[in-house]
């Protein structure tokens, strides 16, 4: 199964080569995206691999993370046929962050808190329930949550579904039954941590990472065993090099993050236990050089005057061995954030063409506002370019790999630091970019926010008064809050863009036929073309959309696009958490750029499920 | 005796007819139970034992309107608001800032301030962040997390450049246990640091448990620079133009200002809005 798969993928590589349409992407997983003529013509002939080209098995689809589907019955032409085909109510009310997944003619679908997984029956008419699973999680894992109750999605692997919980459990179904594997605890809400993110599944381990850098946590990444749930190593984002799981095969590309224990020496005393860098985005896997790539998320606490230095391993990239661990490279794209610049964002991998050779690359739209090409094999930045308005740094050294910060934006308490962009959720937040071979484009969901700190607030937290600065956030240059992007990583430029008036918190699928679907806060569903960016239909859903689309082949045969609709996470707060429209400084002063969703959307889970005639 | 009959026979049915027309008005509080919004696990001020002194506030007002008491709980922390007093799960959280903007807060009943906490046998003596015994101590602070936000002592020693001898203590403290807050005052008794900045009601209430004697200090500048308050008011709250409620509180907080001061007084809360000699 392996080995046909790299045959399959040599073949592919050969055929987009000659054809010359497009950089074709490298790390070829199981699930490739082999188009079934080539599948057959490579099959031994006596045991043919089964065709998963239909299939879209975990969230980013394969393991270079390119959310790109070879399917192509849905084309420019005849996509304006798209019609919903079924809807399925999840009944729940928060943000819907999840991609619907499917294998063996079902979806598998996670709600927000409480985390209930419902596996649907495509082989029938309307797609009823085949089984339902309620993981129950402690009600006050939602008061810990810093940004809406999520959950970004589960995976499919070996007959197994894994999913993991808000109150920090990683839990294995059996993907027939539903019945429980096993279950593992692996973090603490007493100290602030849960679980939002996807795991991703490795061989025989799955590879799951905290969330709660807001709360003073200390991030990790966790490998468990997928037949037993045992855990097998656990990689800290801060501390000692041992917790770190740093060791001879460490051999980051930048002078800055050599050195032994700079997981404690880049902090001031202790600091680092508290110190964030928590993983609670997305992990991309390349089978050949057999390393896991991750971000890590901002460092803690916020005032960045209380922990001078770079606060390693924070707001950076990790690449590890998928077996043990180890680490090989790291890159810090935000040394000593200021701005809550997360470095959770995927990794997309691919080898395309720079300088007149093939590299092998990973492409992050990062917080920072910076489309990142980096060589996967050593962790150098071979670019970065801005992808939206960006005035808190001033590009990045390429010597150092460092971003040239504005020192005159620097917050400080009492200090008023107006129009920094982008502001705290970044050019881009979590929501995934796609990747297309055959255009040679990123497609990102992008945001344009800028921000203003100023004043001091008293507020109140477990009976402690304090003062923070308010946070006010608002649309950046032109007015639109949103932008749909599509970046060209070898030109270094926009090929396209599309103005969004809220921010595009939403997943990408790209496919074969060209056609990129996304959705927007205020309910659209849209397909757009892929080379040129028209829009070629739309359909209104009945929440906004932060989910991630997905396209698959029923079992009829035919092509079909899915995605959960449900407005909730951070932007969407005001109206899933109900917030005061009046208190603009909400939800981390996301509120204040987003009065007028409570008008466009209400909230409420629904799969849609989209099929031509 | 028969016009003295008359006349208590005349002062219950007064009493009885302003209990029936409270019913029917805007005071309906003085029937319907006094929903409270408050932390299951955050003593000194609320636990579901009902041991906090916020808790022995919340009977007195509820002895007060002539009712009981029904508690809402949940963690004091991100959404605390929302998910009770905004979302009508309860109706008045007993303790907040004054002039916090998420809900209505009514004329404050005391005034506290953060304060340096130290072993007396020491002898350290510490009342203001400009000490120079600060540089090089080590200095226990609470941390608020992430939320942009800090607690105001760890802003006033970090604009000093008073940091790589900081050490952090969650402010959600350790959730499991009866006492979350109070690792950063164990520590200044245990000796793990030498000196503790800390909200006072939550230094006095656990000095004052410690097997060793522990010296609370109010510190200073209590405003630092032109900006960060080391004191605030506290107050009570409701939701906005719940009229008639906060105007109950605010009249309770009047008349039983006496038996506040007491209840805090017994739980070592450190004031600054008495006059000195009050002060304990």
Known sequence: MRRSARLFTLLLLTLLLTYGCGNPASSAPASAAAPPAAAAAVSPGVNPAPDTSGDWVRPGRDYASTRFSPLDQITPQNVKQLSVKTTFSTGVLHGHEAAPIVVNDTMYIVTPWPNLVYALDLSKDGAPVKWKYEPKPLAA??????????????????????????????????????KEKWATKLGDLSKGETITMAPLVVKDKVLVGNSGGEMGVRGWLTALDANTGRVAWRAYSTGPDKDVLIGPRFKPFYASDRGGDLGIHTWPADAWRNGGGTVWGWISYDPQLNLVYYGTSNPGPWNHEQRPGDNKWTAGVFARDADTGEAVWFYQMSPHDLWDYDGVNEQVLADIPIGGQTRKVMMRADRDGYVYVIDRTSGEVISADPFVAVTSTKGVDPKTGRPIEDKSLEPALGRVVRNVCPASPGGKDWQPTAYSTRTGLLYIPANNLCMDFEGVEANYIAGTPFVGANVRMYAGPGGNRGEFIAWDPVARRKA?????????????????????????????????????????????????????PVTYRGPDGKQYVAVLAGVGGWSGAIVAGGLDPRDGTAALGFVNAMPDLPQATTSGGMLYIFGLP | MRRGHFFALFVSFVVVSLRVLGTSGPGTIARDPLRVCADPNNLP??????????????????????????YTWFAQRRGFLRNTLTARACDVVIGLPADTDAAWTTKPYYRSTYVFVTRRSRKLRIRSFDDPQLRDLRIGVELVGDDSANTPPAHALSRRGIVSNMVGFSVYGDYRSNSPPSAIIAAVARGDVDVAAAWGPMAGYFAAQQPVVLDIVPVQPQ????????????????????????????????????????????????RVDLPLEARR
């Not at chain 1, 999520?150 to 539903?178: E, K, M, P």
């Not at chain 2, 609320?46 to 002539?66: H, M, P, Q, W």
């Open chain 1, 141 to 178: 894992a939602q008061g810990v949550a810093c940004c809406d109750v999520v959950n970004r999605g589960v995976v499919y692997a070996g007959g197994a579904i894994f999913l993991n919980t808000l109150d920090n459990r990683t839990i294995a179904l059996d993907a027939a039954s539903g």
């Open chain 1, 496 to 548: 396209w863009s599309i103005k969004e008036s809220f921010p595009v918190w939403s997943g990408v699928a790209a496919t074969g036929s060209d056609v990129v679907f996304y959705g927007t806060m205020d309910g659209w569903f849209k397909a757009v073309n892929g080379s040129s960016g028209e829009e070629l239909w739309k359909s209104k859903v009945g929440s906004g959309i932060v989910g991630q």
């Open chain 2, 45 to 70: 001020f609320t636990n579901s034992r009902l041991e906090g002194f916020e808790n022995k506030i919340a009977a007195l007002l509820a002895r007060d309107l002539g009712t009981r008491v029904e």
């Open chain 2, 223 to 270: 405003l630092d620079g032109r900006f960060l308050p080391q004191t605030f008011s506290i107050s009570m709250a409701t939701r906005r133009r719940d009229t008639a409620r906060h105007e109950r509180l605010e009249q309770f907080i009047d008349r039983r200002r006496n038996e506040i001061d007491r209840i805090l007084a017994g739980y070592h809360v450190p």
